[in-house]
């Protein structure tokens, strides 16, 4: 009997119904709640330090991503990555000059395409390329820290439309995970250090940690596979964080990801490779004979 008779012999599906209404696709959701992020902090706050410099840094970002994509994987990437690393680099990254937002950008695409282990890359490309410049160039450029104020009503509509959107992605446990973990350090770090609690919680109120808790941690390309994985990871680089503020570190979160999210990854690969080759070990026996 062959393939096509067993086809035609299997009982008849009925075509599936299309769906009614929009549907977005999820690669454009967080590319679109990015951008609200940016115009209600800048509208409500003035958080850019200029329009061309964002523009400058998401066009570097697309461009690289189209060229790089093109070179090592001969195809056109979708560019919806692209635009969350460069719009990320135009909002958190701050220097008086032009060019940190080209380099910038160029370093945490070429990131995703250089820095690989076994087919991934371990940084998230907006993370590496800030870190990066604030370790070479450190006497150019800064991060963004201005807070949002006192008016916590922008704040609430991004924390609300956010979950939701990351709720959709079925990422909400990682942020959901950082945030706990963040409050609960924050009354530890209040306690070493005698500062008032809210001194050392109030940070999250600022835009960097929304680009942080929506966009960076919760990368799917950086992030591990599992559920309980996430959830460690999360509560890790809410740890390391703790340190690198008791060191009065002005970059803790972004060093914490930095060194948290590769290594965590690295980790998940040998664990699998060990797994691998216990459930193999005929592959070992066959290599020992032919050595």
């Known amino acids: 009997m062959t393939m096509q008779t067993i086809a035609e012999s ?7 119904k299309p769906k009614r209404g929009l549907s977005l696709d999820n690669r454009f959701v967080p590319p679109l709640f990015i951008t609200l992020i940016l115009l209600a ?24 991503e189209l060229i790089l994509g093109r ?40 990131s995703k ?32 820290s201005i807070q949002w104020g006192n008016n916590l009503w922008a704040m609430l509509v991004i924390w ?14 990682i942020c959901a995970v950082y945030v706990v973990s963040f409050f609960a350090l924050s009354l530890l770090r209040a ?22 808790i929506f966009f960076m941690i919760t990368d799917p390309k950086t992030t591990v596979k599992s559920k309980l994985g996430q959830c460690i990871v999360a509560f890790s680089v809410a740890a390391v964080e703790m340190f690198f ?20 990854l690295l980790i998940e690969m040998w664990i699998n490779s060990r797994r691998t080759i216990i459930g193999n070990p005929t592959t070992i026996t066959a290599n020992t004979v032919q050595s």
Request: hydrophobic fraction near 50%; glycine fraction near 6%; charge should be positive.
């Open 10 to 16: 299997a009982p008849h599906k009925p075509a599936a």
């Open 41 to 64: 902090g800048h509208f409500s706050f003035g958080i850019l330090e200029s329009y061309q410099k964002t523009l400058l840094a998401i066009a570097t970002s697309m461009v690289a």
């Open 71 to 110: 070179v090592f994987f001969h195809q056109w990437p979708h560019l919806a990555s692209a635009y969350i690393t460069g719009i990320s680099v135009g909002i958190l990254l701050r220097s008086p000059a032009f060019w940190p937002y080209i380099l910038c950008s160029l370093l945490a695409i070429t």
């Open 113 to 144: 395409y250089v820095l690989r282990v076994k087919g991934r890359h371990i940084w998230n490309p907006s993370n590496f390329g800030i870190c990066a410049m604030l370790f070479l160039a450190a006497d150019a450029v800064a991060t963004l």
């Open 160 to 173: 609300l439309l956010g979950s939701a959107i990351i709720l959709r992605l079925r990422r909400l446990h």
């Open 191 to 212: 306690w070493i250090t005698g500062d008032p609690w809210l001194s050392e919680v109030s940070p999250i109120t600022g835009p960097e940690y929304q680009l942080f």
């Open 245 to 264: 503020r008791l060191d009065q570190s002005l970059y803790a979160p972004l060093y914490a990801l930095f060194f948290v999210g590769p290594t965590a």
